[in-house]
């Protein structure tokens, strides 16, 4: 089995899978397994220059929507050189990822016969169902059930350990500059944490909002989670915002445990469990989450 990984959150299932090896494209983003750009071709590039702050992020991104234009650039030549017998791809997030209509077009242009495998999960349990899915079309079936079952048993140890517990009103923001509530799976994580999410949508998209309507919002917690950035991005960013935030802030790293469809949701389950329940709830491991007061 050959198999391209268009999305990040994929390839990172894949390699959970036992299945890295089977890799014969991936994108700009894939990070997990370390070191994975450099062993097998990278077939996606963004748009979006380097060195932007998050306000200038923002800007760039809405005038591409506005304008339709991709965030993305398909490296078709080098996917075709890839041959692959199964594609997987996301139809969540054009600003995220590349759009699986893009591919699905690309792939009819190539002559390619690919199979494609689109996701589009807006909770955890679809990401449990999506490993599944995933490791069936790889034919990895029962390696896929047993990941899953293993994570549905730390989802069910965190859910004990919070269980009766007083629940802090959390506010996460997924962007500073503006910021953005966030939606999708991202308020279920706190829910699963022993928190209670507030002003975002459980399964909903991420909302731009701005610090005149977080003012009246009520919560005890604050968590910033900036789309795409590790820990030490987020504590810098979080420093920024201070004086908007009338409640004791943490960092985390969103890219690998927030806001990534993949497994280590349940790290970030975790971690957030922890920061929400720090005396029944086992520290995680350095550089996933941080309190900083």
Do not use: K, N
């Not at 700009?28 to 932007?52: K, Q, S």
């Not at 997030?93 to 689109?118: F, I, K, Q």
């Not at 004086?243 to 970030?268: F, N």
């Amino acid at each position: 089995m050959r198999i391209a990984s268009l999305l990040p959150a994929a390839t990172e299932i894949v390699a959970a899978l036992g299945l890295e090896r089977s890799l014969v494209a991936v994108t700009f983003e894939c990070d997990e397994p370390a070191g994975i750009r450099e062993r097998v071709p990278v077939v996606v590039d963004t748009a979006l220059p380097a060195g932007l702050d998050p306000a200038a992020i923002d800007s760039f991104v809405r005038d591409r929507v506005a304008r339709a234009l991709p965030m993305y650039a398909l490296d078709r030549a080098g996917l075709r050189a890839a041959d692959p017998d199964l594609v997987l791809t996301q139809d969540l997030c054009r600003v995220c990822a590349l759009p699986g209509a893009t591919v699905t077009d690309a792939l009819d242009v190539l002559g390619l016969r690919s199979e494609v495998c689109s996701v589009d999960p807006h909770s955890l349990d679809d990401v449990l169902t999506i490993i599944g899915e995933i490791g069936r079309r790889a034919g990895a079936g029962e390696r896929a059930t047993a990941l899953v079952a293993g994570l549905q048993t730390r989802l069910a140890d965190v859910a004990g350990r919070v269980a009766g517990r007083p629940r802090p009103r959390v506010l996460v923001l997924e962007w500073t500059d503006p910021p953005y509530l966030a939606g999708h799976w991202v308020p279920e994580l706190v829910r699963r944490a022993g928190g209670t999410p507030v002003a975002g949508i459980e399964g909903g998209r991420s909302l731009a909002t701005d610090w005149a309507r977080l003012a009246e919002e009520r919560y005890d917690v604050a968590v910033l989670s900036p789309c795409g950035y590790g820990l030490d991005d987020a504590v810098a960013q979080a420093e920024t915002i201070r004086d908007h935030v009338r409640a004791p802030l943490v960092a985390i790293d969103s890219a690998a445990y927030v806001v990534r469809a993949g497994p280590r949701l349940v790290d970030g389950v975790e971690a957030l469990a922890w920061a929400l329940h720090p005396d029944v709830v086992p520290a995680p491991p350095p550089g996933r989450i941080r309190h900083l007061g």
